[in-house]
């Protein structure tokens, strides 16, 4: 099964669905033939009237479309044509690739969460 992102207007993933998987064609009620590609699945669940304002791009678990899975709270950037979570802290900030970085490297051995308020890595 393929999976669809639905983005608002301010580029914001507001829900994931299940779709068709793009190398599928099916006839539509009004009988004209859908499907085939990613991106006719896309126009076609964009056309539908529940998703009015909003326009659809798939996506994949295994993070081989659009860099990541799409979640509900993420966001698209169509140049660079990515899901991009959201920002885990505010002092984070976005790479070249599109991942978020802390102010300091996580230490390579341990278990440790980062400590927004002391700005560092603590143990856990």
């Known amino acids: ?11 914001l993933v ?19 033939l859908i499907g085939g590609s990613s991106e006719a699945w896309e126009q076609y669940y964009q056309s539908l009237p529940w998703f009015d ?6 996506t994949s678990y295994t993070h ?3 860099k990541q899975f799409a979640g509900i709270g993420y966001s698209y950037d169509a140049d660079a044509d990515v899901f991009i979570a959201p920002q885990p802290f505010p002092s984070w900030s976005l790479d070249e690739n599109y991942d978020w970085q802390p102010p300091t490297p ?7 969460v980062w400590d927004e308020t ?5 143990t856990v």
């Open 1 to 11: 099964m393929a999976h669809y992102a639905l983005i608002n207007n301010e580029n």
């Open 14 to 32: 507001v829900n994931v669905i299940t779709g068709v998987d793009e190398f599928v064609s099916k006839h539509a009620p009004d009988g004209t």
């Open 53 to 58: 304002g909003l326009y659809c791009k798939r």
């Open 64 to 66: 081989q479309i659009r």
């Open 106 to 112: 996580m230490p390579d051995t341990g278990q440790w």
């Open 118 to 122: 002391k700005q560092q890595w603590v």
